[in-house]
C-alpha cells in the first residue's frame, strides 16, 4: 500500500510569488488533512477534509491559503502571495476513519520564502 | 498555557536503559492520545495509540494515560541508539466539527548513546 505522497518535497520561492502543493493520501482514505510546522514551533492543525468537503479550516492562518481537494481524491494547497513567515514544513495526512485512531503523515513539503 | 507541554530535552540515556518521555494536556475533552516518533527530516511516525487510563503495551514501548491528572507518558525499554529521534505527543478533542484535529506538542528529543 501506497503511503501518503507529497510534493514537492522542497520549495524556495521569493516573497510575493505563488506556490502549490499537493498531497495524495492513502488510497480509499476520506480523510485528509494539512498540518504546517513553522521553525521552533510546535506542529499544528490548518485544515480536514472529508473527501471533497471541507470539514474544519479553523487553523487556516489567512485568506492567502487555498486548498482544494478534487473529487475527493488528491488536494492541493495554494499559498498566494507568499511571506516570509509562512516558511515551514507542510504535512499532509489521511485516515480511513476518523482521527480519532490517528493517521499517517506524508513525508512533508519544506516551503522556504526568501 | 499551552495545549500540550512536553519537555524539549535533549534527554539522552546510554544504550539498554529505560527512557521516559512525559506529557501534559489541559483539556480534559481530548479522548485519544498518541506519541509519533520523528526522525530529523522525515514524517512523523505513529508509534503508540492510548484511549483509556492505565497501561498499554507494545514491544519495548509502554504507554501510560491517567486523565485525572491529564497525564500521558511513554516508556521505552532496552533503548537503542536507533530510538534517538524527536518523540511527538499528540491528542485529539473529538466533538461537533473538531473531529480528528491532533494537538501537538512541541516534542522531546531523544539521544540513546551507544
Known amino acids: 500500500e501506497a503511503g501518503v505522497t507529497q510534493f514537492p518535497s522542497h520549495s524556495v520561492i521569493e516573497k510575493g510569488q505563488t506556490v502549490t502543493l499537493r498531497c495524495d493520501p492513502i488510497?480509499?482514505?476520506?480523510?485528509l488533512y494539512w498540518y504546517r510546522r513553522v521553525m521552533g514551533k510546535e506542529i499544528k492543525f490548518l485544515l480536514h477534509f472529508v473527501k471533497e468537503s471541507k470539514q474544519d479550516e479553523s487553523g487556516m492562518p489567512n485568506n492567502r491559503f487555498l486548498a482544494e481537494r478534487t473529487g475527493g481524491t488528491y488536494s492541493t494547497l495554494k499559498v498566494q502571495p507568499a511571506e516570509l513567515e509562512d516558511s515551514g514544513v507542510y504535512f499532509c495526512a489521511s485516515s480511513q476513519a476518523s482521527g480519532f485512531y490517528g493517521y499517517t503523515f506524508g513525508s512533508g513539503t519544506r516551503l522556504t520564502v526568501v | 498555557q499551552k495545549e500540550v507541554e512536553q519537555n524539549s530535552g535533549p534527554l539522552s540515556v546510554p544504550e539498554g536503559a529505560i527512557a521516559s518521555l512525559n506529557c501534559t494536556y489541559s483539556?480534559?475533552?481530548?479522548?485519544?492520545f498518541f506519541w509519533y516518533r520523528q526522525y530529523s527530516g522525515k514524517s512523523p511516525e505513529l508509534i503508540m495509540s492510548?484511549?483509556?487510563?492505565g497501561d498499554k503495551e507494545d514491544g519495548r514501548f509502554t504507554a501510560q494515560l491517567n486523565k485525572a491528572s491529564q497525564y500521558v507518558s511513554l516508556l521505552i525499554r532496552d533503548s537503542q541508539p536507533s530510538d534517538s529521534a524527536t518523540y511527538l505527543c499528540a491528542v485529539n478533542r473529538w466533538y461537533g466539527g473538531s473531529q480528528g484535529n491532533l494537538i501537538f506538542g512541541k516534542g522531546t528529543k531523544l539521544s540513546v548513546k551507544p
Open positions: 488510497s480509499g482514505h476520506d480523510n
Open positions: 492510548i484511549y483509556s487510563n
Open positions: 483539556d480534559r475533552v481530548s479522548q485519544s
